[in-house]
């Protein structure tokens, strides 16, 4: 069964400072995995895409990095800022046949304090 | 503006009072997803359409049916609620079924069903 672990669960850092986001993946037969951000109430958007043949994609302060042959991807934020305070989802998609069958983490959350 | 809205945003009903959640999109997407997301077990697909009248069951289809009569609107039918199926509900849609195109989350639809 296809599964994506993210953690830590959550997370609460000061203002200023950086983190790493892990995400751990069984996915099979990988396509692609991206990032989102999701703000409390609000619907997901997203921060990376990569492929397989990805290793580093980078949006601002958010660097996600790809390890294809451990299965893992981590998010990095730099400098955080308050309004970085979210959740943080994984998804995994396996192509099956002509479809793109996304797995979702549970998402690890972020709160930022000044 | 690119955008998916979805309607109602909040909706508290009772068990059996059939219920439609609308979802439209401005883009002119052929692949459109609806996703539900509860507490600790992230978001998971329900349904998913690739074009109109093209529609297929995701992970957690029991209980809800979809239509895909035009290529904007993508309606998530409840015809018989159930207290299960309170939940915080997300319309989604993309260019095509690859999710290597940057898919669009509308605002939610948070239902009560009591």
């Known amino acids: 069964k296809n599964q994506v672990e993210q953690s830590p669960q959550s997370l609460i850092i000061l203002e200023g400072k950086n983190c790493t986001l892990q995400c751990n993946y069984t996915v099979s037969p990988f396509s692609n995995l991206r990032w989102y951000k999701q703000d409390t109430g609000r619907g997901p958007v997203s921060l990376t895409i990569?492929?397989?043949?990805?290793n580093t994609k980078s949006n601002g302060r958010y660097t996600a990095t790809l390890d294809a042959d451990t299965k893992q991807s981590s998010l990095h934020i730099t400098a955080s800022q308050l309004s970085d305070s979210a959740s943080y989802i994984c998804v995994v998609s396996a192509r099956v046949g002509g479809s793109y069958i996304p797995t979702f983490g549970r998402g690890t959350s972020l709160i930022v304090h000044p | 503006e690119a955008q998916v809205t979805q309607n109602p945003r909040y909706l508290i009903t009772v068990t059996g009072k059939k219920l439609t959640v609308t979802c439209s999109q401005n883009?002119?997407?052929?692949?459109m997803s609806w996703y539900r997301q509860d507490p600790g077990l992230g978001l998971r697909q329900i349904y998913y359409?690739?074009?109109?009248?093209?529609?297929d069951k995701g992970d957690v289809p029991e209980g809800y049916k979809v239509s895909r009569k035009e290529k904007r609107n993508f309606p998530l039918i409840l015809e018989s609620p159930s207290p299960n199926q309170t939940s915080l509900y997300f319309c989604a849609s993309t260019m095509g079924p690859s999710t290597s195109y940057e898919q669009y989350f509308g605002p939610g639809t948070r239902l009560t069903v009591t």
């Open positions: 990569m492929t397989f043949s990805e």
């Open positions: 359409s690739m074009n109109v009248e093209v529609t």
């Open positions: 883009m002119n997407h052929e692949y």
